[in-house]
């Protein structure tokens, strides 16, 4: 019986500040079962997992893929040096399971897209809130909480900015309801000819790590018949490396000759005639000899500023024969994929970008700078990210006390009435707010998510074969995990169909059932994954009526949103004005830093 009653003291101590904050001891008693998947235990994530479990959730679930870099501990304060290299979700549930004992939480150190994490595991959630940092991963979230009826709770910083707001199914606007910005793509002609921004020497420099230690074909800068008598020069650069006995030696003849052979090659050509500057080639005996005289003077990493100096082209030269020696002979030549939170991958790239730009008169960059750049990062911040994630949770207690979670059985108010859509501003307005409301939008009617809007492609029906259609227009530009494509009941590809494979290198005009040409409707389906299903409207564009620099996949996606618009600058005049600013269109989407694009991207 004492037991008993210690028990109980312990229970009334830890949370009798609770009770009252959350609006009585009914809707305490609903926090503490309310069912909570966590997606994301990085830079929000930590600290909504920590609110979480200190205001009363019992029950949390919490996926991220992840694993802890240094870089993520001037933010992300559960973790700690000793952690680095370890997996986030776990990590975090350690932490936040002795800020409250009484708590459970399960981690799952995963890709929130894997099969298991189906529409009946999702549904097996009371809410799902989002702590993540890129379009892709948030775009699936999203569709798997309309298709199992689960609110959503999304949020993102991107610097001092933030915002967060409320998606359910039927009452508000989803995530999809409005364009989001796409991945800049750029021109192979700009990338391996004539940069002109520091970006342009990032980008090619990693086509040249994934041409050297990746998958050759699948870098930009790959040529065919690399490794025969008449290799290009990228293609002798290639067979000069792999496997190479002496690998200092290998890459220094392979910089010789992108640095020096192929630049001169470019200007005997007139390639550059019409260039603001002329590129100067290094002189490739100079990068060569540097190669093999010295790998990394150790001065540079005892620095306390390495990673922030600008590195001399010998110093550079240095870093690349590091890493080709380290990288050279591994068992994941061939295959290696560039992450730019591994050192050796990033310390590559930052050099050989950096040779690049001095050839084209572009400012060389950091590996700082350059990190950044490689992973579109914008920097996060501590106070920002503890803000967002504190408003997460204030929604999240608006929906139980107002029963749209957890309700009675009764009927339920909406979300828009209860919730707010909430910008974190870096400026006041002009009455001093820092958090400013507005209401939820209605879900639009255009939107192929949750309204089953209409969407055309144009691309040249001659030309583009299935493959491309299947990979580039479903997959990446409209999210799709493993669509099929059918045409009045004549099924053209589904992935586990062996017998339709063989349409996949067919042009789109040549497939069965009459081909998808000009104004045919492709009846595209994700059932596997989250349940979608969407017509899509071809419409032929032949490919030179493309810009080619502005579009290099000579495809254009039309949701039926109006595209012309300029949302940003619109919502910025209202703002100025402390008038409600419009939703999801006008913002600037979110981007913890040390999540991106991975986007994440980062976005």
Not at 86 to 111: D, I, Q, W, Y
Not at 235 to 240: D, E, R, S, Y
Request: include cysteine; hydrophobic fraction near 40%.
């Amino acid at each position: 019986m004492g037991t008993a009653a210690t028990e109980s003291d312990a229970y009334d101590a830890r949370y009798a500040h609770c009770v009252a904050a959350v609006g009585g001891p009914e809707v305490f008693a609903k926090v503490r079962r309310c069912k909570v998947l966590v997606v994301g235990a990085g830079g929000i994530g930590c600290e909504l997992l920590k609110n979480l479990v200190l205001v009363g959730f019992e029950s949390l679930v919490t996926v991220d893929l992840d694993t802890i870099d240094v870089s993520n501990l001037n933010r992300q304060f559960l973790f700690r040096k000793r952690h680095v290299g370890m997996a986030k979700a776990v990590v975090a549930r350690e932490a936040v399971v002795a800020f409250n004992p009484l708590c459970s939480v399960e981690a799952l150190h995963a890709n929130i897209k894997e099969p298991r994490f189906g529409l009946a595991w999702f549904g097996g959630f009371d809410v799902v809130v989002n702590a993540l940092d890129n379009v892709d991963a948030r775009r699936h979230v999203n569709r798997m909480c309309l298709a199992s009826d689960v609110p959503l709770i999304e949020a993102g910083t991107t610097g001092f900015l933030g915002q967060v707001f409320v998606i359910r199914k039927g009452e508000t606007a989803c995530y999809e309801c409005f364009p989001k910005a796409t991945k800049k793509v750029y021109p192979i002609c700009t990338i391996r000819s004539t940069p002109s921004e520091p970006v342009h020497c990032v980008v090619w420099a990693k086509e040249l790590f994934k041409l050297l230690f990746g998958d050759a074909k699948e870098s930009m800068l790959f040529e065919g018949g690399d490794d025969g008598p008449d290799a290009s020069t990228y293609g002798a650069a290639c067979a000069a490396v792999r496997g190479a006995p002496d690998a200092e030696k290998a890459l220094g003849a392979a910089l010789a000759l992108l640095c020096d052979g192929e630049v001169r090659k470019q200007l005997s050509m007139d390639k550059y005639k019409t260039a603001k500057k002329t590129p100067d080639p290094l002189d490739g005996a100079a990068v060569a000899a540097a190669c093999v005289a010295a790998r990394a003077p150790s001065r540079n990493r005892t620095s306390a500023d390495w990673d922030r100096a600008t590195w001399t082209v010998d110093e550079c030269c240095a870093e690349l024969a590091d890493v080709a020696a380290t990288l050279a002979g591994g068992d994941r030549v061939g295959s290696w994929e560039f992450d730019k939170d591994e050192p050796d991958a990033m310390r590559f790239v930052a050099a050989a970008a950096n040779l690049r730009s001095r050839i084209f008169h572009i400012a060389p960059k950091s590996l700082y700078e350059a990190k950044g750049i490689a992973g579109n990062i914008i920097p996060a911040i501590a106070t920002t990210n503890a803000v967002v994630a504190g408003l997460q949770v204030a929604e999240l207690l608006k929906l139980i006390r107002a029963g749209c979670v957890l309700g009675d059985g009764g009927d339920r108010p909406s979300v828009g009435s209860v919730c707010k859509y909430t910008y974190c501003l870096r400026d006041t307005t002009r009455r001093g707010l820092l958090l400013q409301p507005t209401r939820l939008e209605e879900p639009q009617a255009t939107c192929y998510v949750c309204r089953k809007g209409k969407v055309a492609v144009a691309l040249d029906t001659t030309t583009t074969t299935l493959r491309t259609f299947v990979d580039v227009v479903l997959k990446r530009k409209l999210g799709f995990v493993d669509p099929s494509v059918d045409k009045d009941g004549s099924g053209l590809f589904e992935s586990e169909d062996e017998r339709l494979a063989a349409n996949l290198d067919k042009v789109l005009a040549d497939l069965p059932a009459g081909g998808l040409g000009d104004n045919a409707i492709a009846e595209v389906a994700d059932f596997a994954s989250t349940g979608l299903e969407l017509d899509v409207t071809i419409k032929h564009k032949p490919e030179a009526d493309f810009d080619e620099k502005a579009n290099p996949e000579k495809v254009l996606v039309l949701t039926g949103a109006d595209a012309t618009a300029d949302p940003l600058r619109e919502a910025a005049a209202q703002l100025a004005a402390d008038k409600p600013p419009p939703p999801p269109a006008s913002e600037k989407r979110a981007a913890d830093d040390d999540a991106a694009p991975r986007r994440s991207a980062r976005v």
